[in-house]
């Protein structure tokens, strides 16, 4: 059984999701809207997402990218409903072979690495990035605090490739301190193969992360504003 700690939800409220020309924001007054650390990270990453579909062709890039999208929110669905000590194995998404084959391999991972959760798919923004997000969990991973993402992929990735997921956590990072003036210590990647292979990656040096973020907001604002 995992352990939740609600001394923080009181924080945290959820907020209404707005779209305007495929960018994602979060409204959090009633006449100011952040937009999502998701869209900010896909405009920095528009042109080689565009050449890589380029190469591979439009029918292609749809295909893998639909799979992608369905293959990674069944994953979080099982994760997420597990993690709150539900009833994982009767969920349709555990009736999907790849998707039961990836989350029966992350489990034992979860059962000796994470415990005492405080948030868990919380929407949360940061006033000093003008940022806003849904954190997939804020939890202690071997006994200490830390920023987790759950993500999927067909096979485990170089660390050189996953520097942008470090930047997505340091935004949620930003967002929780601000508002519980807890810090986590650490950001950590949860990233789960096909072939059932489970990568863990972690990361202290979450300044640095944050100053790349802040480079990618400027040149969002700057393209949003032009």
Known sequence: MFTHCNEYHEKFSEMKRLYEDNIRYYQIEDKLCYPSITSVISFINKDKF???RKRVGEEEAN?????????????????????????????????????????????????????????????????????????????????????VDFKTAKEQ????????????????WAMFSERTGRVPKKLVVFLVGENGDVQIEESRDIMHYLNTLHDYVSKFIQYRDA
């Open 50 to 52: 565009a050449g890589w």
């Open 157 to 172: 990735k170089p660390v050189d490739w996953i520097q942008d997921y470090f930047v997505q956590l340091s935004a949620y």
């Open 63 to 147: 295909r893998v990218t639909k799979h992608s999208t369905t293959r990674g929110t069944k994953f979080h669905t099982l994760c997420e409903v597990y993690l709150q000590n539900g009833d994982y194995k009767s969920l349709p998404e555990y009736q999907v072979p790849l998707v039961k084959l990836m989350f029966d391999a992350a489990k034992p991972h979860l059962d000796k690495r994470i415990n005492n959760i405080y948030q868990q798919e919380t929407s949360m923004s940061s006033d000093k990035f003008c940022l806003a997000g849904s954190v997939d969990l804020i939890c202690e991973v071997d006994g200490e605090l830390a920023v």
